[in-house]
T-cell receptor, first 111, second 112 residues
Framework: AQRVTQPEKLLSVFKGAPVELKCNYS??????LFWYVQYSRQRLQLLLR??SRESIKGFTADLNKGETSFHLKKPFAQEEDSAMYYC?????????????FGQGTTLQVKP | DTAVSQTPKYLVTQMGNDKSIKCEQN?????MYWYKQDSKKFLKIMFS???????INETVPNRFSPKSPDKAHLNLHINSLELGDSAVYFC???????????FGPGTRLTVL
C-alpha cells in the first residue's frame, strides 16, 4: 500500500535549536517525495522536493531508500519556521499522478 | 497575480442544502485537483481533472460532483450536505500530474 507517515503531530523546539521532522513512506516503485508547508492563514505551498536536492529557507531533506525515509532538517530553527509541514509522495505517472500526504506535523518554534 | 483562487473563502450552511465552490487558475496548467482537509488537518485528494477530463475520483460520495468547464476552472458542487462534510476544501493545479502543485487559499465549509 502507498502510504506516508509522519509520526509526530507536534514538534516544539526553541529558536536556534536543530529541527528534524520525520517522514516515512511505503511505495513499491521509485518514489518522488515532497515537503509542503502551510504557514498560519496561508495556503499550502511547496517547500522542497527530493529530485531537486536543494536547500530552501535553510531546510534540507534527503531521500533514504534503505530506511524509506525523507526527513526534513534544519540546523537552527527560526520563529518564522512555525507552521504545519506535510510530507507527500507522488503516486501514479503522467496525468494520473496524485499526491498522497502524511498526517502533517506542526512545528512550533519558541523564542 | 498568477495564482490559484477559490470562492467563497467561508461557507456556512444547513444540513441538506446544496452548495458550490469555484476554483480558477491562471498558471496555464492542464491539471486541477480538489483536496479535503478534515478537522485533524489530514489532507486527502478527492478528484483530479486533466484538460476538462476526470482522471481521479477517490471514492468520494456521489453527492460531490466536480465540473470543469475549461482547463482553467474546476468547480465542486455538493448536494444534500451532511455534518461530516465540514472541512476545508483546497483546489490545486499542476502541469500534468506533477507533484509540484499550486494550491488555492482554501474554502472553509461549515455544515450546521
Amino acid at each position: 500500500a502507498q502510504r506516508v507517515t509522519q509520526p509526530e503531530k507536534l514538534l516544539s523546539v526553541f529558536k536556534g535549536a536543530p529541527v528534524e521532522l520525520k517522514c516515512n513512506y511505503s511505495y513499491s516503485g521509485s518514489p518522488e517525495l515532497f515537503w509542503y508547508v502551510q504557514y498560519s492563514r496561508q495556503r499550502l505551498q511547496l517547500l522542497l522536493r527530493h529530485i531537486s536536492r536543494e536547500s530552501i529557507k535553510g531546510f534540507t531533506a534527503d531521500l533514504n531508500k534503505g530506511e524509506t525515509s525523507f526527513h526534513l532538517k534544519k540546523p537552527f530553527a527560526q520563529e518564522e519556521d512555525s507552521a504545519m509541514y506535510y510530507c507527500a509522495l507522488k503516486s501514479g505517472s503522467g496525468n494520473t499522478g496524485k499526491l498522497i500526504f502524511g498526517q502533517g506535523t506542526t512545528l512550533q518554534v519558541k523564542p | 497575480d498568477t495564482a490559484v483562487s477559490q470562492t467563497p473563502k467561508y461557507l456556512v450552511t444547513q444540513m441538506g442544502n446544496d452548495k458550490s465552490i469555484k476554483c480558477e487558475q491562471n498558471l496555464g496548467h492542464d491539471t486541477m485537483y480538489w483536496y479535503k482537509q478534515d478537522s485533524k488537518k489530514f489532507l486527502k485528494i478527492m478528484f483530479s481533472y486533466n484538460n476538462k477530463e476526470l482522471i481521479i475520483n477517490e471514492t468520494v460520495p456521489n453527492r460531490f460532483s466536480p465540473k470543469s468547464p475549461d482547463k482553467a476552472h474546476l468547480n465542486l458542487h455538493i448536494n444534500s450536505l451532511e455534518l461530516g462534510d465540514s472541512a476545508v476544501y483546497f483546489c490545486a493545479s499542476s502541469q500534468g500530474g506533477e507533484g509540484t502543485q499550486y494550491f488555492g487559499p482554501g474554502t472553509r465549509l461549515t455544515v450546521l
